[in-house]
């Protein structure tokens, strides 16, 4: 026969002597008007209140977003974080946070992409929404491309480092800036030039920050690829997500046939940029995780051609 033990349960208090235990009070009562139209408005209070502030907004707001891109996968779904802001007047104590969300709820609705017509229609119903003279939003994400082995042509899938920022003012229109940062390879032309035979290589990564005219036409250039390609066209060799012998032979080799110090990679880099019309200014940096120090090289170059 099977021995079965019983062991007694504890009698626990009931679900709401347990809040009581643990600190739960009764409501007190209630006097303040639970109807909008009698709440107090704070944040619409006027006043001289000292300062124009330059931002106040939201901030670290994740979201889904849809990606279009020229490289395959052509669609793609990410999270996007974003900041939401806009100017306040000193004669305004506050803006009213609840209307940056409500904006993003309205574009999630009809399906929130990120493309920069998108974003410019957004900062601008923001401004007339907040009922201010201007409006911002960032938005950073994971934007990921498809990439062949050289010689197998086996494809598997890198990423790059996006953030779009834009500014709408109702006098001045809109300050569109865009970044980029991907990685890459570099073959220390020094370690090239000394060395009996081999030399050090590392990965590197390129960082672009671009300005760009207000009316970019996304339809016929996608700014990405283009900042993808002059990061990755002026590298001693490009990142790949799968390579075999043959492929890695490749690219070991064409590394060495380009060497690169961070000094050149920055000025190379930028002489694409400066070569797209569309690109008004730009800063270039270059990192690179040093394959025999400790410590890491960096260079950069900043450029505006409205200067010139």
Known sequence: MENTKTFPQKKLPSKAQRHKLFGSVMPVPRSKPVDKVHMADLQN??????????????????????????????????????????????????????????????????GFSTDLTTLKTFTKELAERLDQQDASLRVDYTWFYERNAPDTQLAGLNHADVSISVNYDKQQGYDIRLSLSVSITTLCPCSKEISEYSAHNQRGNVTMDVKIIEDFDETTSDWKKILLEAAESNASARLHPILK???????????????????DMVRLVAADLYEVSEIRQFKVTCQNEESIHMHDAVASVTYDKDNE
Do not use: W
């Not at 931002?55 to 669609?75: E, L, M």
């Not at 380009?258 to 000094?263: G, L, S």
């Open 45 to 110: 209070t006027k006043k001289d209140f000292l300062f124009d502030l330059d931002a106040v907004g939201i901030t670290k707001v994740k979201h889904p977003i849809t990606i279009y891109s020229s490289i395959a996968p052509t669609v793609q779904t990410s999270i996007g974080e974003f900041t939401f802001s806009s100017s306040l007047s000193h004669s305004n104590k506050g803006t009213n946070m609840s209307r940056f969300n409500e904006q993003l709820a309205k574009y999630h609705r009809q």
């Open 245 to 263: 012998r043959t492929d890695e032979k490749m690219v070991t080799e064409q590394a060495y046939e380009n060497p690169r110090f961070v000094e």
